[in-house]
């Protein structure tokens, strides 16, 4: 087990200090089929590498966190992670977001560093606990409804959607607009509506909870862009993380292709959310948050 452990610290670290930006990855594959045949094919797969996420305040830097990614959108993907988390909430107070120059260390593509104005408070204390992120869950457990509500987050507005509204057109237009998914079938997706059913902001990743931080760190640097009037679809099941991610950016309603967990319904209930899963062609179930929906 320390040998394993060991080889994977190493094969990190390599990937970590690595310059590839790529989100995609062609690799030769062997299929075999059912009468026994066999043959050889190059499929494309979706790259996953570790993003080192740091943040400098007053000529201080500090890591905050590791997360597993696709790379693409990766300062997106740092400032709306550290939003999400509640570690920043003045995103005026976002001097630059920009790749590491750190000259101990060999330029990487892999590092992030978001530094802030002098004098900006940031609360530390949200990041006194496990930092590494796994792709597939983010930072599992980390996050309690009680220390959500310490962030007092106001409840979101949103309108009554129109009558005409259609999340059929929506999850259409979603799968239609996946390249990458198209490509690989390896990773998810999260896709900002307008109440028009136009497709504002999509971002793709390995990770579900990356590509919505990517979502909201678009979001942020596009300040003039209301978030209120705005749908968020989501292309696999709804965790309490993405209520979370969705909430902190004033995200009313929230949209699943997939289930959502009794946590993420009881999030969305507790701050009012529109919280709709299992969004088929013909059907939705509404789990929180109904008045906004109206009789379209």
Same mark, same amino acid.
């Given at each position: 087990?320390?040998d394993?452990?060991?080889?994977?610290?190493?094969?990190?670290?390599?990937?970590?200090?690595?310059?590839?930006?790529?989100?995609?990855?062609?690799?030769?594959?062997?299929?075999?089929?059912?009468?026994?045949?066999?043959?050889?094919?190059?499929?494309?797969?979706?790259?996953?590498?570790?993003?080192?996420?740091r943040?400098?305040?007053q000529?201080?830097?500090?890591?905050?966190?590791?997360?597993?990614?696709?790379?693409?959108? /990766?300062?997106e993907?740092?400032?709306?992670?550290?939003?999400?988390?509640?570690?920043?909430?003045?995103?005026?107070?976002?001097?630059?977001?920009? %790749?590491?120059?750190?000259?101990?260390?060999?330029?990487?593509?892999?590092?992030?560093?978001?530094?802030l104005?002098?004098?900006?408070?940031? /609360?530390?204390?949200?990041?006194?606990?496990?930092?590494?992120?796994?792709?597939?869950?983010?930072?599992?457990? %980390?996050?309690?409804l009680?220390?959500?509500?310490n962030?007092?987050?106001?409840?979101?507005?949103?309108?009554?959607w129109p009558s005409?509204?259609?999340?059929?057109?929506f999850?259409?237009?979603?799968?239609s607009?996946?390249?990458?998914? %198209?490509?690989?079938?390896?990773?998810h997706?999260?896709?900002?509506?307008?109440?028009?059913?136009?497709?504002?902001?999509?971002?793709?990743?390995?990770?579900?909870?990356?590509?919505?931080?990517?979502?909201?760190?678009?979001?942020?640097?596009?300040?003039?862009?209301?978030?209120?009037?705005?749908?968020?679809?989501?292309?696999?099941?709804?965790?309490?993380?993405?209520?979370?991610?969705?909430?902190?950016?004033?995200?009313?309603?929230?949209?699943?292709?997939?289930?959502?967990?009794?946590?993420?319904?009881?999030?969305?209930?507790?701050?009012?959310?529109?919280?709709?899963g299992?969004?088929?062609?013909?059907?939705?179930?509404v789990?929180?948050g109904?008045?906004?929906?109206?009789?379209?």
């Amino acid at each position: 087990m320390g040998d394993l452990r060991r080889s994977i610290s190493v094969i990190f670290i390599s990937l970590l200090f690595s310059k590839s930006v790529k989100s995609i990855h062609k690799i030769k594959v062997k299929v075999l089929r059912k009468d026994g045949s066999r043959y050889s094919l190059l499929d494309v797969v979706a790259v996953e590498e570790p993003l080192e996420i740091r943040l400098s305040v007053q000529g201080f830097t500090l890591r905050v966190a590791t997360t597993m990614r696709t790379p693409g959108h /990766d300062k997106e993907l740092a400032l709306g992670f550290l939003w999400s988390e509640g570690v920043i909430r003045d995103i005026d107070s976002v001097q630059s977001v920009k %790749r590491s120059l750190d000259p101990r260390i060999e330029v990487s593509e892999n590092v992030i560093v978001v530094e802030l104005s002098s004098g900006t408070q940031v /609360d530390w204390s949200r990041l006194n606990r496990k930092v590494d992120v796994q792709s597939s869950c983010g930072i599992c457990g %980390r996050q309690s409804l009680q220390s959500l509500r310490n962030l007092e987050i106001n409840r979101p507005k949103g309108a009554i959607w129109p009558s005409d509204l259609s999340l059929g057109t929506f999850s259409k237009k979603l799968s239609s607009s996946q390249e990458m998914f %198209r490509k690989t079938g390896g990773v998810h997706a999260s896709g900002l509506f307008d109440y028009d059913g136009n497709l504002i902001c999509l971002r793709e990743d390995v990770g579900r909870h990356n590509a919505l931080d990517k979502v909201v760190g678009w979001s942020l640097n596009h300040k003039n862009t209301p978030t209120e009037d705005m749908i968020l679809l989501v292309s696999g099941r709804i965790s309490f993380e993405l209520v979370q991610k969705a909430l902190l950016v004033g995200i009313p309603n929230l949209v699943g292709i997939g289930a959502p967990s009794s946590l993420a319904i009881e999030l969305a209930q507790e701050f009012d959310m529109t919280l709709l899963g299992f969004q088929r062609e013909c059907s939705v179930n509404v789990y929180s948050g109904d008045w906004r929906i109206g009789k379209s």
